[in-house]
T-cell receptor, first 116, second 111 residues
């Protein structure tokens, strides 16, 4: 069964450093998302991306965050200058165009980011 | 997206059917009911979704009331591996429409 894959599974970084989290969405999907979950809290939407541009972003997704689809398969989340409060699990997700399979969103297993 | 209301936690015996309720009284006509679950801190896992008809797949059944104001997710023979947080979410099924997660129901399957 096709799945969303994320790397790294866990990254430890120093405060102020830049971090790039990588995702390979399901191959025929066209919508891409990033969510995050701080330990013990809800899963929160960060951003959605379609046709090489941001469709929607939350208040969390400020200027320190950016997303990119650098080639035909990868989708990345960059955090420019990490803060302690950025420590969280980051989930990438993707969904197809509406069709027989609908527009169901499928999630990866997450990248755990620890900022020290 | 319409809001949903779920019990905070539920228990179920292994091998029995787990019935998880969800209220979505403000759902609009073009919004679907989606169910996801999250085991530990793994990525949310899609279970099932529906508009107004009852749905069944290899994981679960979804029963939606005729007025669409509430629904029930049924896990027919719960196993220990079904212990997870279950999220009921309403969402239109087009475009890059995000999922908005609430607190969900923490389901514990007991041996």
């Amino acid at each position: 069964e096709p799945e969303v894959t994320q790397t790294p599974s866990h990254q430890v970084t120093q405060m102020g450093q830049e971090v790039i989290l990588r995702c390979v969405p399901i191959s025929n999907h066209l919508y891409f998302y990033w969510y995050r979950q701080i330990l013990g809290q809800k899963v929160e939407f960060l951003v959605s991306f379609y046709n090489n541009e941001i469709s929607e972003k939350s208040e969390i997704f400020d200027d320190q965050f950016s997303v990119e689809r650098p080639d035909g398969s990868n989708f990345t989340l960059k955090i420019r200058s990490t803060k302690l409060e950025d420590s969280a699990m980051y989930f990438c997700a993707s969904s197809p165009l509406q069709g027989i399979s609908g527009n169901t969103i499928y999630f990866g297993e997450g990248s755990w980011l620890t900022v020290v | 997206d319409a809001k949903t209301t779920q019990p905070t936690s539920m228990d179920c015996a292994e091998g029995r059917a787990a019935n998880l309720p969800c209220n979505h009284s403000t759902i609009s006509g073009n919004e679907y009911v989606y169910w996801y679950r999250q085991i530990h801190s793994q990525g949310p896992q899609y279970i099932i979704h529906g508009l107004k008809n009852n749905e069944t797949n290899e994981m679960a059944s979804l029963i939606i009331t005729e007025d669409r104001k509430s629904s029930t997710l049924i896990l027919p023979h719960a196993t220990l591996r079904d212990t997870a947080v279950y999220y009921c979410i309403v969402r239109v099924e087009w475009g890059a429409q995000k999922l908005v997660f609430g607190q969900g129901t923490r389901l514990t399957i007991n041996p």
